[in-house]
């Protein structure tokens, strides 16, 4: 069925230094969007990053993401992390309907 | 912008006592509500979602009986968990959409005592 992988449950960092979230997904319909949401504590889930389109990078806020379909993935990425970046990320497949499905979320913690 | 209001933010009910969530969107009308449980530990799991205009379809392991949800028009949407158990505590999540993406309220934490 439909799933979405998300390794990492805990990604410590120092400020300043790359940020990698793997997302890998399983069987999802075709022309699907991806989306990568941030979760800060008490507030809204927020739409960071989506995606259908293959080998095609997108990017907001100074993240970036690339579907590749080859290899089921959708990894988040960003070159300098900042403090204010530490979150919860959620990678969500879209399944059919308009239904999500989150991964089991990254925290992230950006260290000075 | 497009806003979702829900509320409560938190509440805590007595073990097999029912507790009322509502969810409000702003600046959009929603055309489909989902409701979602993160549950300690675990990621968020669809309950339901809700299209005006059609049935309420349920995920596998939540019924109607359980989580009545109500969709009366394109801004509101509330739904109850009836009968409430320590099994039941979590983080509810509503998201609602008009065409493309969803908005999400910030959640209702259940406590179940």
């Known amino acids: 069925g439909d799933s979405v992988t998300q390794k990492e449950g805990l990604v410590t960092l120092t400020e300043g230094l790359p940020v990698m979230l793997n997302c890998t997904y399983q069987?999802?319909?075709?022309?699907?969007?991806l989306f990568w949401y941030v979760h800060y504590l008490n507030e809204s889930p927020r739409l960071l990053l989506k995606?259908?389109?293959d080998n095609k990078r997108t990017e907001h806020q100074g993240f970036h993401a690339t579907l590749h379909k080859s290899s089921s993935s959708f990894h988040l990425q960003k070159s300098s992390a900042q403090l204010s970046d530490s979150a919860l990320y959620y990678c969500?497949?879209?399944?059919?309907?308009?239904?999500?499905?989150w991964g089991s979320g990254t925290k992230l913690i950006i260290k000075p | 912008g497009a806003l979702v209001y829900q509320y409560p933010r938190r509440t805590i009910c007595k073990s097999g006592t029912s507790m009322r969530m509502e969810c409000q969107a702003v600046?959009?009308?929603?055309?489909?509500v989902a409701w979602y449980r993160q549950s300690p530990q675990k990621t968020f799991e669809l309950i339901a979602l809700?299209?005006?205009?059609?049935?309420?379809?349920?995920e596998q392991n939540f019924t109607q009986e359980k989580f009545p949800i109500s969709h009366p028009n394109l801004s509101f949407s509330s739904m109850t968990v009836l009968n409430a158990y320590l099994e039941d505590r979590g983080l509810y999540l509503c998201?609602?959409?008009?065409?493309?993406?969803?908005?999400f309220g910030s959640g209702t934490r259940l406590l179940v005592i």
């Open positions: 969500a497949p879209e399944r059919s309907n308009y239904q999500l499905i």
């Open positions: 069987t999802i319909y075709s022309n699907a969007f």
């Open positions: 995606s259908s389109t």
């Open positions: 600046g959009f009308q929603a055309t489909s």
């Open positions: 809700s299209t005006v205009n059609s049935a309420i379809k349920y």
């Open positions: 998201g609602a959409r008009e065409s493309s993406d969803y908005t």
